[in-house]
Structure formats: structure tokens, C-alpha cells
């Protein structure tokens, strides 16, 4: 339309692959549409328009360089002599009369006029070239047919064939490409076109052989086997060719360049004349390649009768051993079974791009056979494989790579794997990369990957923790501190190692484990998994060391959680980790009020709101406010937020479950104490009922008999005895005071004195 938008007939805007489909049908840029080919029939003829379309060519949309530009121009200028000299032979073997010197000869649509010379005639225009058809109908072809180079049907992959009993020494094998033919308009059609050696190398100069078109690499494909001998051939570049010729080859072809005119000779003259054109014509084109392009030389070297030989046949046996790096190359990608790439890499420990290779391979063969390595106990060489390559190619980052994440896929589940892992070194040398490349992200998520699986040894954390990986670790936290992967591995790594021994607690703390976790889920609010685990890690150091408490606090630890419950309010595993943490902080005096004031009781009632299915959560969450329920102030912060409905909901709602049902009973008594208005919303929300249910679902439980007759204690007061009476605490009070008398019975007497 007039706004250069492109719309198909129904009206629609056209997609720009469909756009591009229909300029090429109809022979036009691709890009701005201009017409460069023309349709003729089941073909596209190239244009060529000055300034605009260089043989089919947009030179608006793709303009040449100063050196394609004269390049180009010099092809199409020798394309449009070419086709002139054929178009003039065919006349003359077709005996049409001679052209004046002000006719011309009509060429080609969209090809220019080529003019005769007024001291030229037709016959003699040009007369040492001639097309391709009539070379092949001259009788000369036939003699032609011992040469040794035919011009293929496909331009890369020529094929060389040796005269019957000629030996393959005496092969010189000088091949003219379909591209340069196609120069001089010269094209192979079905039967092959083929010349003289001789002929072809008396010319001035060799012409270029094309590397792709005499071998392309040492195969098969590119050997001559003739009699007992074996030869290949080989190309080397920046070299001028040097082939010499040996005797036992003759033809009887001849060179004439001076051909005479006139139009009075007889038919059998002019046939014998256009054999003699034929041989000039290739003359000329073989003089022309090759002063054109003379720069490779081709060599005739000896091949071992060996039929194993790789340069002979390409057979794989993963059996024998790969000493050389290019053998293992070769041979790698062809294994399948993992034993044979670790053998490869063993056999080759000092060969980077075979370690790579070896380990790239091995990262998708290793997960599906791990376990039938284990059963076979191969494992021991996958592992000395791996950390042999580390070990050995320290300074190369990307064997580093490689191989750090070929060992992170290992599980380390099995006692096994650790004493291999420890026999070799392992945790130094993983250490030892994560410090040479601080930089490299996937390393270092390697590495806190494969540190986050052996941590669960206890032998493995305290080696970790007196070679320094505590402080390695939070280095890289900080330095990666906006990848989540790492920030995440780091985190388990951490809370895998505080479980494991319980003095890195300190060390974590001392070398600024706390304030490294701390920002990590402050940088990444929204990822589930770095705020789950942070967490966790948290709740591990709070765990019976008062010190890490306040320093959690003061690193804006408390905040972090409570950011996390917010902005991941489904995720129930995030919830657990959160009140947990939540409930050991809370212990510290000074943190509950942190807490409190900070929206940290809101969170947490609207978690067992939200997973109320969950007990494992509503016992988390009844502890958490079971502890911060010991400040006056927050115990009218639970009541106002309906913490105490929550509770009793939670009783009710799993009643089976006596951790709930202990830690309600305890948060339910809290609330009650030294405070009426409580006291009144427990009895309300039934909370009495819940009491006694969990009495009589639980009686062999000693915490939850001890938490409910402490509850009870709180709650008998003047205006709720009657209802504690017709619930039949009475007896269910007696019986847990004669269970339990340690813990019980003085609770229970004081009960019992007061309803009786």
C-alpha cells in the first residue's frame, strides 16, 4: 500500500517469510523488490542492469567492494566474450553465411551485441573457443578420453582414476572446477569432459588445484590403489605445484595456434579446423585457471598397506588404546559406554581439548549408568579421571569448567564416593579452582554444587573448615552475590555443614557467613529457593548460640524473613523454614519485639490461614506464637490479628496430630494468662472443647497431658467453672496427675481444688 506495508488479497498484513517466498518466485529482492531474475519456463535468468543488478545481484541491497566490484566486472566482462566466441562457432560449423562487417551477432536477452571486426569474418571471430557440445562431437574427444582429470559432475568431490597399466606414480591429477569452466561458458552436461595431462601442463602456467576438490581430509575416499602400491594425495597451501612429468605417458594430441580462415575450403577443412579449435579452446582454458590461481602443490606420498590404517579406513575399535590427542579426538564422540571415554582420558591426562571433550560426553552418559557404575565399582576411575584432569590442567579454565561439572552430577550418596573423592585429593583441588577463578559463574556453581553433597560428612566438613572453605565460600557469595545459583548452592553448603559439626557455626559467623545469607535473600526477593534455604541456614546458626541471634537481627535477618513469607505466601516449605527460624530468634528477648513490630505476627497467622491442611506448618506457627506470646505487647497483637481462633482452628482441625495439639495447648495458655480479655475469647472459640479433645485423643502423650492441665489452670476462674465442669475435665485431670505425677500432678491439684 502507500505506506509501504505488504497485505495479501483477503486484506491481511503478510508475514515476511511469506514476503520473502514470493519475491523469490518471482525473481525479486528479497529485500526492496526489484526485479533480478528473469522466469523463464522451469528456470530463473539472471539480470544484469547498470548500476542496479549485477547478474542477478541487488546492488542496491547488497553493494560490492571496491575489489568484488572489479572482480565481478571482470568475470561478466570474459562470461559475455565467451558466450559471443560460441555463438559464433555454432554459426560457422552450422554453415550459415557469412556476417558483413556491419552485421553483428545477436546474443542472449539482456546480454550485450558483440560486434565483427571489419578485418575479421565470422569464421575466424574467436576461433580457439568452442562449446561444450561441440567438443564432445569432435573426433579428437575420443583420444582425449585417456586423460587423467575429468570434470565432475559435482565441483567438490572429483573423483581420480589411474589408466589402465599405469602405475600411480605416473598420476597427475589437474583439476578444472565447473565454476571456472562456467567462466567461459563451457558447461559439463551429462557425459564427462576430459584433456591431456600433457596438453594441460604445457600451457604457461599450472593452474590452481583446489584443496576442496582434490581431498578434503585423509580418508578413503582420496587413496589410489593401483597394483601393490597405495598412494594418497595431499595438498599443501603457499606453495607453487611442482609435477614433474614421467615417461611412459603419450598422446597424439596436437597444438596448433595459428588457424587459417576462408570460406572456400571444403567441409572436411572446416571440420579438421574446428578440431583444432577445440584444442585451443582448452588450451586457453587451462593457461587461464591457471595463471589465475597457482598456489597449491600436490604431493604423492606412501600409504601403509595396513588396511587398519586411519588414513585408509575409518574403522573405530574401542578396544585398542588412543595415544595421540588426535586419535582420541577422532574416537570419542564414537563411544557410547562411558568405561571406554575414561579410559580415553586417562590414556591422554595431559590433553586439554581431549579432557574437554571427554568430560562434555560424560556429563550425559554418567546420570543414566551412574548406578551400574556403583555396582561394578567403576566408579574409582571416574573419579580419578575427573580429578587427574583437574589436577593436571590447573591453569586452563576451561578443563576447569568441564570437569567441575561432570563431578557436580554426581550424587555422593555412597560412603564409596567420598573415600574416592578423599583418596584423590578432591576437596583441595576443589577449593583450589574456586579460588584460581573467582570470576568464572559456572565454575563456582559447580563447585558449591559438588561442596553441597560431600558437606554432609562430618570428616568432609571439618577438612572443609581447616583448609578455609568457610571464608573461600563466602567470598564467592559476595563477589556472585546477584546469581541465584550459587547464592543458593553457598546456602546448603552452609547449613549442610552446621548440621554436620556444630563448632562451624562460630566460623560461619566469625568469617561473615550471617551478613553474606542475609543479602542473598535480600538480592533475590523472588526466587523460592534462596529464600528457603537462607532460612534454613538461619534457623541452623540461631539454633542454641544466643551470639548469632542478635547478629542475625542486626544484619536485617528478621526483616529478610518476613519479606520472604510475604512475597511467597503458597509456597508451605518457605512458611515452615520461616517460623522456624522465626520461633528460635524469638527466644532472644529483644527479638520479639523486633518481631512483633516488624509485622511478624501477621505473617505467620495468615500462613496457617492460608495452609490450614498443613499440620506440620500449624504446629510451627503455634510454636512461634507460643514464644512471642511472652511479651504483654504481643499477646494483644495475637489477639487482635484472631491469633487465638487460628489456634483453636488448628487443634480442631488436627486433632490427631499431638505435636499440634502440644504446642496449641502451651500458645493457648500463654495467651490466657494474667489477661481476662483472652481468657473470655478462648472460652468463646470453643478453645475448652479443643482442650479436652486433646486430652482424650492423646493420653499416653506426657507434653500434651502436661501442656493441657497447665491450660486448664489458667483458665479456671470464677466465670468459666460450670463450663469446665460440664466438659468432664474433672476425671481427665485426675487421670493425668496418677499418669504423669512429675509433671502433672501439681497443675492437676490446683484444678481440682477449684472445680471440686
Known amino acids: 500500500d502507500m505506506n509501504g506495508m505488504n497485505f495479501t488479497g483477503a486484506g491481511t498484513l503478510m508475514h515476511m517469510d511469506d514476503l520473502i517466498d514470493l519475491r523469490k518466485k518471482k525473481g525479486q529482492c528479497v529485500t526492496c523488490g526489484r526485479q533480478t531474475h528473469i522466469k523463464k519456463m522451469f528456470k530463473m535468468i539472471p539480470l544484469t542492469v547498470s548500476e542496479e543488478v549485477l547478474d542477478g545481484r541487488c546492488l542496491l541491497c547488497n553493494p560490492l567492494d571496491s575489489h568484488n566490484k572489479k572482480v565481478s566486472l571482470a568475470t561478466a566482462t570474459h562470461k559475455l566474450i565467451a558466450v559471443s566466441r560460441a555463438s559464433q562457432a555454432f554459426h560457422s560449423v552450422a554453415q550459415e553465411p557469412q556476417l558483413t562487417n556491419k552485421e553483428s551477432i545477436p546474443l542472449q536477452r539482456h546480454e550485450p551485441e558483440t560486434t565483427v571486426p571489419k578485418s575479421k569474418s565470422s569464421r575466424t571471430l574467436f576461433a580457439n573457443t568452442v562449446s561444450t557440445r561441440q567438443l564432445m562431437q569432435s573426433k579428437e574427444a575420443s583420444r582425449m578420453h585417456r586423460a587423467s582429470i575429468a570434470i565432475p559432475s559435482q565441483r567438490h568431490e572429483p573423483e581420480t582414476t589411474v589408466p589402465e597399466g599405469k602405475s600411480s606414480r605416473t598420476l597427475f591429477a589437474n583439476t578444472v572446477s565447473t565454476r571456472q569452466l562456467s567462466r567461459f561458458d563451457v558447461t559439463p552436461k551429462d557425459s564427462d569432459l576430459t584433456m591431456s595431462n600433457r596438453e594441460f601442463l604445457q600451457s604457461n602456467e599450472a593452474p590452481r588445484l583446489n584443496r576442496a576438490s582434490v581431498v578434503s581430509r585423509l580418508d578413503s575416499s582420496a587413496v589410489i590403489q593401483r597394483g601393490e602400491s597405495n598412494r594418497n594425495i595431499n595438498v599443501d597451501s603457499n606453495d607453487d605445484c611442482n609435477i614433474n612429468l614421467t615417461s611412459g605417458y603419450s598422446d597424439n594430441i596436437t597444438r596448433e595456434s595459428d588457424l587459417t580462415t576462408g570460406s572456400s575450403q571444403s567441409n572436411k577443412n572446416r571440420t579438421e579446423k574446428d578440431d583444432r579449435n577445440a584444442e585451443s579452446s582448452l588450451d586457453e582454458i587451462a593457461n587461464a585457471t591457471g595463471r589465475a590461481n597457482k598456489q597449491y602443490q600436490l604431493k604423492i606420498t606412501e600409504t601403509p598397506s595396513n588396511p587398519d590404517h586411519p588414513h585408509t579406513q575409518k574403522k573405530v575399535n574401542d578396544s585398542q588404546p588412543h595415544d595421540t590427542k588426535q586419535d582420541a579426538l577422532t574416537i570419542l564422540p564414537c563411544l557410547s559406554n562411558p568405561k571406554d571415554v575414561i579410559q580415553v582420558m586417562l590414556e591422554n591426562p595431559h590433553a586439554s581439548l581431549v579432557q574437554i571433550e571427554a568430560c562434555r560426553i560424560l556429563s550425559t552418559q554418567v546420570p543414566p549408568s551412574y548406578n551400574a557404575m556403583l555396582l561394578c565399582g567403576e566408579q574409582e576411575s571416574l573419579f580419578r579421571a575427573i580429578l587427574d584432569a583437574i589436577n593436571h590442567h590447573q591453569a586452563d579454565e576451561s578443563v576447569q569448567e568441564m570437569a ?91 547449613f549442610n555443614m552446621c548440621c554436620s559439626v556444630d563448632m562451624i557455626k562460630d566460623a560461619v559467623s566469625a568469617d561473615g557467613g550471617v551478613d553474606s545469607i542475609c543479602i542473598a535473600m535480600a538480592m533475590h526477593p523472588t526466587v523460592v529457593h534462596v529464600q528457603e534455604l537462607g532460612c534454613r541456614t538461619l534457623r541452623v546458626l540461631s539454633a542454641n548460640n544466643e551470639e548469632n541471634k542478635v547478629k542475625i537481627e542486626a544484619s536485617g535477618g528478621i526483616d529478610a524473613i518476613i519479606t520472604a513469607m510475604q512475597v511467597h505466601r503458597g509456597d508451605a516449605n518457605l512458611q ?89 495447648c502451651g500458645c493457648l495458655a500463654n495467651l490466657a494468662a494474667n489477661s481476662e480479655e483472652n481468657k473470655r475469647l478462648v472460652v468463646e472459640e470453643e478453645g475448652i472443647d479443643a482442650i479436652v479433645l486433646a486430652m482424650v485423643m492423646h493420653p499416653e502423650e506426657r507434653l500434651v497431658q502436661e501442656k493441657a492441665v497447665n491450660c486448664l489452670r489458667k483458665l479456671a476462674c470464677e466465670p468459666y467453672l460450670d463450663t469446665l465442669r460440664a466438659s468432664g475435665v474433672v476425671t481427665l485431670v485426675e487421670l493425668a496427675g496418677e499418669k504423669f505425677p512429675s509433671n502433672c500432678r501439681l497443675a492437676a491439684d490446683q484444678v481440682l481444688q477449684l472445680l471440686l
Open 404 to 494: 567441575h561439572k561432570l563431578l557436580s552430577i554426581i550424587p555422593f550418596a555412597q560412603e564409596e564416593e567420598i573415600s574416592s573423592l578423599e583418596s584423590y585429593g578432591g576437596l583441595n583441588l576443589i577449593l583450589t579452582s574456586m579460588k584460581d577463578f573467582p570470576e568464572n559463574a559456572k565454575l563456582q556453581q559447580y563447585g558449591c554444587t559438588t561442596l553441597s553433597k560431600i558437606s554432609l560428612f562430618e570428616r568432609i566438613a571439618l577438612d572443609f573448615l581447616q583448609r578455609g572453605g568457610i571464608s573461600v565460600l563466602v567470598c564467592e557469595m559476595t563477589t556472585h552475590s546477584l546469581d541465584a545459583v550459587i547464592q543458593e548452592m553457598a546456602c546448603r553448603t552452609l
Open 576 to 664: 515452615k523454614e520461616a517460623c522456624w527460624v522465626l520461633s528460635n530468634l524469638a527466644i532472644n528477648s529483644n527479638n520479639k519485639v523486633v518481631i512483633g513490630e516488624s509485622s511478624g505476627i501477621d505473617v505467620i497467622i495468615n500462613a496457617m490461614l492460608v495452609h490450614q491442611n498443613d499440620a506440620e506448618l500449624q504446629e510451627l506457627a503455634c510454636r512461634t506464637l507460643w514464644t512471642l506470646s511472652v511479651d504483654p505487647q504481643n499477646k494483644e497483637l495475637i489477639a487482635q490479628a484472631f491469633g487465638i481462633k487460628r489456634v483453636i482452628a488448628a487443634m480442631q482441625d488436627h486433632a490427631d496430630h499431638a505435636g499440634v495439639q502440644e504446642k496449641g
